[in-house]
């Protein structure tokens, strides 16, 4: 006795495989492209932070420099012709809120409320600026300007006259510390770093 055979094809969960894998290949594509999405944001953000920290020590290297700058003024070396301005019993040519011209960057400490230092631009290198470019009085040279990764601007800074509370200090003699306030400028006008001394001539 012949007994019957039966012969079944199902193709219907075969397709339901081929719907499935199309599924998850779709689902590792997004993942995939996600993680290289963040992967390039990741790579732009430490780019855009190491070329920030190499902006702002171009700026303070350069603030550190005015700073020098200022101390050579101060001492009267290389030419200077503002020795006069700092002995220690006068203050000639420093005045409230600084002095321009000849006295350029000479101030005399505020008596009250914000610091002279931040009310001063510093940004400014029109003819009355207040504040002394790097190399204005002691004809010293720093490289600046938009050739190769340099300040885009020359340094500046302020002189303010303090008194010398030194004890050992004449108890006649009004003697005087000389604030100095500088700032640096990186490759970028607007990157910033502002740097102070308080220096006492010998």
């Not at 920030?52 to 420099?65: L, M, P």
């Not at 409230?96 to 931040?118: E, I, M, N, Q």
């Not at 510390?177 to 640096?184: C, H, I, K």
Request: glycine share 8%; aromatic share 10%.
């Amino acid at each position: 006795m012949n007994t019957p055979s039966f012969h079944s094809t199902h193709q219907a969960p075969a397709v339901w495989h081929q719907g499935f894998s199309l599924v998850t290949v779709m689902i590792i594509l997004v993942v995939v492209s996600l993680l290289g999405a963040a992967a390039s944001q990741m790579v732009l953000l430490g780019e855009r932070s190491a070329r920030y920290d190499r902006d702002w020590q171009i700026a303070f290297q350069a603030a550190e420099a005015a700073l020098i700058d200022a101390e050579f003024d101060i001492r009267g070396t290389s030419g200077s012709t503002r020795v006069a301005a700092f002995t220690s019993t006068g203050l000639l040519g420093f005045s409230a809120g600084c002095s321009t011209g000849a006295d350029r960057g000479l101030c005399l400490p505020a008596s009250a409320g914000k610091p002279v230092w931040y009310n001063v631009d510093f940004t400014d290198e029109s003819a009355n600026a207040k504040t002394v470019q790097f190399g204005q009085f002691t004809d010293r040279v720093l490289a600046y300007g938009n050739s190769g990764i340099q300040p885009a601007m020359r340094p500046r800074y302020i002189i303010e006259a303090v008194p010398d509370l030194n004890p050992g200090g004449s108890a006649n003699v009004q003697e005087f510390l000389y604030r100095v306030t500088a700032m640096g400028f990186g490759p970028r006008k607007e990157t910033q770093a502002v740097v102070q001394m308080y220096f006492r001539k010998e």
